[in-house]
């Protein structure tokens, strides 16, 4: 975990996870389905499509049932909008921002970038997860990366099993 505080109050920080088998096109191909991600976040009940093309700059998904309490209250479903605003696939990173929510998120830009972890591409892989957010009330900025550290690491291990594992 790298955690980084500047002069402009922004939370910044970056969570990363390795792989040993899989490959980092295996997992770029995960991410790339941008509108079904609840397939391999733990904790995301639902992902899908509200706007544009899968993958595609520009298109939003809607995703809901977080881990991260709603501002509504106990009983109301957390949930968010998020607008795909890079991708690369050639480099492997895609960017993205939510545009809505009722999570407390005010501002919040984050960056996913998969790199082969060794010398070669048939190596394993390495997921690296940057955020910058605006300081969210009620949370401190620590507590908030372990929840996208202990989410990075589980969605990585479903994707690794799917590999391993193909559904039939």
Not at 102 to 125: H, L, M, Q, R, W
Not at 147 to 160: I, N, S, V
Request: aromatic residues 12%.
């Amino acid at each position: 975990m790298e955690v980084e505080h500047n002069s402009e109050t922004k939370w910044e920080a970056k969570v990363s996870t390795v792989l040993k088998e899989a490959k980092a096109d295996q997992i770029w191909a995960f991410y790339g389905d941008f509108f079904n991600f609840h397939k391999w976040f733990p904790g995301l009940a639902s992902c899908y499509g509200i706007h544009g093309a899968n993958g595609e700059p520009g298109c939003i998904r809607y995703c809901g049932g977080f881990s991260i309490k709603s501002e509504d209250g106990e009983d109301s479903v957390s949930w968010s909008k998020e607008k795909l605003t890079a991708v690369d696939p050639i480099q492997r990173s895609l960017a993205y921002e939510i545009v809505d929510c009722n999570i407390g998120f005010k501002s919040y830009e984050s960056t996913v970038k998969i790199t082969p972890s060794g010398s070669d591409a048939e190596s394993g892989c390495r997921i690296d997860w940057s955020i910058k957010v605006d300081p969210v009330k009620g949370w401190v900025l620590e507590d908030l990366v372990k929840k996208f550290e202990t989410g990075l690491d589980r969605a990585a291990r479903r994707m690794e099993e799917a590999l391993t594992y193909p559904e039939e």
